[in-house]
């Protein structure tokens, strides 16, 4: 196996990067926290102060004006504009931060990869839930082990996510209104990305890199798990025999680093189960000879 060891410099930016982008990930919840608007209403010759949830106008009153009516409308302002200056500030340090990433050649991983973490760490579904599995893990690995893999090990054109069903998913952002699931967060990546054909797990942008979403097979034909995220519109997790236990599998999370310098958070099976995984799928009789040996090298490639 070739690889070559992270250096001390490399090191120091990494772990400031991942110190900052956890700042930012959370000034954009606090951000998020305030999405809408509040404002007076009038309504039978009385104000009322209404909360705003969506660009449409929906929302609810919070109860007639008076001194605590006044006092929450003025606290949510003020909260407001603080939120959005401080996520200002941090993605302006995020994007010195990034230049600073490229020069020291700590940015590893595809930008694709990262722009699509980085929908689901700001919707929350990053580990919760979704997890990454498949060829794009080994870029947590490198940087757990402080060190970076031979790059014809990493070379991948998809991504594959796994969905734990056990767990509920609430989108976090007003895709959740529209209810478009994953097939809507990857649009706000790449607005090309389709499913393959209706009802897929795979969707496809128009340079050809693909999105999976599986599953669990369930134990029993009486359990009927989800098929989407979203609405019958979405992608369709496949369903895989014998990956409940890599869903039961201890998790890692790692913030890694796109080509572009800009950091996600990649949720993933602990290495020794992934290994494991590996080498148990090398043996699947159903896997034809090209596919087993490069499963297995991938399997055999982590450093110790």
């Not at 995020?94 to 230049?99: I, S």
């Not at 209104?177 to 967060?185: A, D, I, K, P, T």
Request: proline share 4%.
């Amino acid at each position: 196996m070739i690889f070559s060891e992270i250096t001390e410099n490399q090191s120091r930016i990494i772990i400031d990067t991942i110190q900052l982008y956890e700042a930012y990930l959370n000034a954009f919840h606090q951000s998020m926290s305030y999405k809408g608007g509040m404002h007076w209403k009038k309504s039978n010759g009385k104000e009322y102060l209404f909360k705003t949830i969506d660009r449409n106008g929906n929302g609810k009153s919070l109860g007639p004006r008076n001194r605590e009516t006044e006092s929450t409308f003025t606290s949510f302002h003020k909260g407001k504009q603080q939120a959005k200056t401080q996520l200002k500030s941090l993605r302006f340090r995020l994007d010195e931060q990034a230049r600073i990433c490229k020069a020291v050649k700590v940015n590893r991983t595809p930008k694709i990869v990262t722009q699509i973490l980085s929908v689901l760490d700001q919707n929350k579904l990053s580990g919760k839930g979704l997890v990454v599995i498949g060829t794009n893990v080994m870029y947590a690995y490198e940087i757990l082990a402080s060190v970076y893999l031979d790059a014809a090990i990493m070379a991948t054109q998809d991504l594959d996510l796994m969905w734990d069903t056990r767990t509920k998913l609430t989108l976090f952002t007003i895709h959740q209104m529209n209810n478009e699931g994953l097939l809507g967060l990857l649009k706000q990546v790449d607005k090309s990305f389709e499913m393959i054909t209706p009802k897929s797990f795979r969707a496809v942008n128009k340079e050809g890199y693909m999105v999976d979403l599986v599953q669990a097979e369930p134990k029993s034909i009486a359990v009927n798990p989800p098929g989407s995220i979203g609405n019958d519109n979405d992608i369709h997790a496949a369903p895989v025999k014998n990956l409940q236990w890599l869903i039961s599998s201890p998790k890692v999370k790692q913030t890694i680093i796109g080509n572009d310098g800009y950091p996600a958070n990649i949720v993933v099976p602990d290495p020794r189960a992934f290994v494991l995984h590996k080498i148990w799928l090398s043996s699947q009789i159903d896997r034809d000879a090209i596919k087993k040996s490069e499963i297995l090298h991938k399997g055999s490639q982590l450093p110790n």
